[in-house]
């Protein structure tokens, strides 16, 4: 069990160096999920078969004098939203309960290249709309620190996983900060990319212009080796930017000098937990001991940042939605008079009450008389949000903030208040609007042992930069070394 609270790049070491076959690592991993995962509830499948018959052939290739990917023998996890060739892909949903793909998203496709062993499927908030992983149709995912606490969402399952030492490796996606989010509410490293940088194909959409898919990992190495995995131009995703994939790895263990960090005085008001920015600020401290400048800059269109993104989201979660009828996909209901019924009895049994939520609420603003005054003005309102951040760029180097308003809360304390849940992402939601690459890093814990994560941002396609200034702090403490009991 050991072997899985090392990191990433050492598992592959071992593996490289003949100390550890892939069949020996997979099988260390797949016991301490059996042991572990019981209490986390972090997976919903877990394809033993398939890792170990993924590892025996990467044992072959070794056994050849062949080359080995970047990740070779090291297990890693993936969140249900991406497409598996023949494992199941639910979404966290029970109207996609039957379904299994006959292909591989591109992530996947890439993950198999680098000879990486996919153990499994991890939990989710249906559709990837929620902030606790409580909106999964299956079971509900618990927070490695407190088990009677979140680990965030809607990639919970994912970030869990990694938190408790499941899996040295993850994936998940960020829409609204479903990757940040989760990672600082389980005290690791979690990176949504600029989007672009990695291809959407395989992903099912929740909304279109904000999905991005990234890593989960506990140093900044073992995200770095990932993202680079993953990372790259795919004629398959529209969205996608034909641009060189930087050395990420190599790259953050260079210092970034001179560094300029923007702090929005936006983040630091009403509703920040004060052991939160007590930890934020006091990480401030260590970047201006290592000669960073930091100036105090504002964001002003931030406070509409909540509202714009519920609007454009929902949008697209009505019109991306709109397939899963029953009849063109998804789980069709057993008992209906006619195809109108059929179609509302399957949507209706097949969505939760979220899901259902936001698709109300994204059709509503859609519709005939109401689009201008909300979705259009919403999208004028991204543009604005964007622009504050071009501004802050041109003078600063990234900016600096919490990931969450509080530290891990309770299951159960906000699933009846939806605007509680929603201003979970408070901080977070302002980068996928502009399309931003953030991490959220393990920066302190609270009195009571939850730990709070530290959120940097960077202009677009500076992951980087990211990764450097967030390897800076990572050196001067020890935080990313906590593990849970």
């Known amino acids: 069990m050991a072997m899985m609270d090392t990191s990433a790049a050492e598992i592959r070491q071992l593996f490289v160096g003949g100390q550890a076959s892939a069949r020996e690592i997979t099988h260390s991993c797949l016991e301490v999920i059996r042991q572990r995962d019981g209490n986390i509830k972090a997976f919903l499948h877990v394809d033993e078969a398939g890792a170990l018959d993924q590892a025996r052939l990467v044992d072959e290739k070794r056994a050849r004098g062949e080359a080995l990917g970047q990740l070779a023998g090291v297990p890693v996890a993936l969140k249900d939203v991406l497409c598996v ?36 499927k ?40 990694v938190a408790a030492g499941e899996v040295p490796l993850a994936i998940g996606s960020d ?9 600082g509410l389980c005290g690791i490293v979690g990176m949504k990319p600029s989007y672009g940088r990695v291809s959407r194909f395989g992903l099912i959409a929740y909304g279109s212009s904000l999905d991005q898919i990234g890593p989960f990992a506990r140093n900044i190495a073992d ?12 004629a398959r995703d529209s969205t996608s930017v034909e641009r060189a994939v930087p050395a990420y790895a190599q790259m953050s263990e260079q210092p970034l000098r001179p560094l300029t960090i ?40 931030t406070r509409f940042a909540v509202a714009a993104y519920y609007l454009v989201a929902t949008a697209e979660a009505s019109s991306n939605l709109a397939r899963y009828d029953g009849g063109h996909f998804g789980r069709r209901a057993t008992m209906f008079d006619n195809l109108i019924d059929m179609y509302c ?141």
């Open 175 to 183: 829409t609204g900060g479903s990757i940040r989010q989760p990672a």
């Open 223 to 234: 995200a770095a080796l990932l993202l680079a995995c993953v990372a790259g131009h795919d």
């Open 345 to 485: 009895r399957s949507r209706g049994e097949g969505f939760g009450a979220e899901v259902k939520r936001r698709i109300m609420l994204g059709t509503h603003v859609l519709s005939s008389g109401y689009r201008d005054a909300y979705y259009v003005k919403a999208l004028k309102v991204r543009r604005l949000i964007k622009q504050d951040f071009d501004e802050v760029f041109n003078n600063c180097d990234v900016i600096i903030g919490p990931t969450s308003p509080t530290p891990a809360f309770k299951l159960g304390e906000k699933v009846g208040d939806p605007l509680a849940m929603y201003l979970s992402d408070v901080y977070t939601i302002s980068a996928n609007l502009a399309g931003l690459p953030g991490i959220s890093i393990p920066c302190g814990f609270t009195g009571s042992g939850l730990p709070i994560g530290l959120q940097i941002l960077a202009a677009p396609f500076e992951e980087q930069k990211l990764l450097q200034v967030a390897r800076m702090f990572e050196r001067e403490t020890d935080w990313h070394d906590r593990r849970p009991g």
């Open 85 to 120: 060739r023949g494992q199941p892909t639910t979404c966290g949903s029970k109207i996609l309960a039957s379904f299994t793909p006959p292909y591989d998203a591109h992530v996947v496709a890439r993950l198999r290249q680098a000879d990486a062993i996919l153990v499994g």
């Open 262 to 301: 923007g702090v929005p005085r936006e983040f630091f008001g009403a509703g920040l937990d004060g052991e939160v920015e007590k930890a934020v600020r006091a990480a401030l401290e260590v970047y201006q001991g290592l000669g960073a400048t930091i100036r105090d800059v504002s964001l002003p269109h």
């Open 122 to 161: 991890t939990n989710m908030d249906e559709f990837a709309m929620g902030s606790s992983t409580e909106n999964s149709a299956y079971h509900t995912t618990r927070n490695p620190w407190d088990l009677e606490r979140t680990p965030g969402g809607s990639s919970g399952g994912s970030a869990a996983a």
